[in-house]
């Protein structure tokens, strides 16, 4: 007899409406809602890009109205644009915003 076992990696989840919605339920919801089941990378993939494209919009807009960071030969040639944007996010405890060259400058230099 041939006995085979499968393991599929599966993450289940729920979208319910905003008007239902309860961080204290497990469910999140009881009602008017859509449970879905997806293969678990496909899952983790579209999570993970969708946090990027969040944290990327938080940093544009925090950017945007708080950081006055315009680089129009006012920081000299030794403090770029770049550097003024690793300092405001580091200031507002968003290095999350801070690019991979600018941190090492920022931090080290």
Do not use: H, W
Request: net charge negative.
């Amino acid at each position: 007899e041939d006995v085979r076992i499968e393991t599929r990696r599966l993450a289940r989840f729920r979208l319910c409406p905003v008007s239902s919605c309860k961080d204290t339920s497990g469910f999140g919801c009881k009602s008017g809602y859509g449970d879905y089941i997806v293969d678990m990378d496909d899952f983790l993939y579209s999570f993970y890009e969708n946090k990027v494209e969040e944290e990327q919009a938080a940093c544009e807009k925090y950017m945007e109205y708080n950081c006055n960071c315009d680089d129009n030969g006012q920081y000299g040639d030794y403090y770029t644009e770049e550097d003024c944007l690793a300092k405001c996010y580091k200031n507002a405890g968003m290095s999350e915003c801070i690019e991979e060259e600018a941190e090492e400058v920022y931090y080290n230099g």
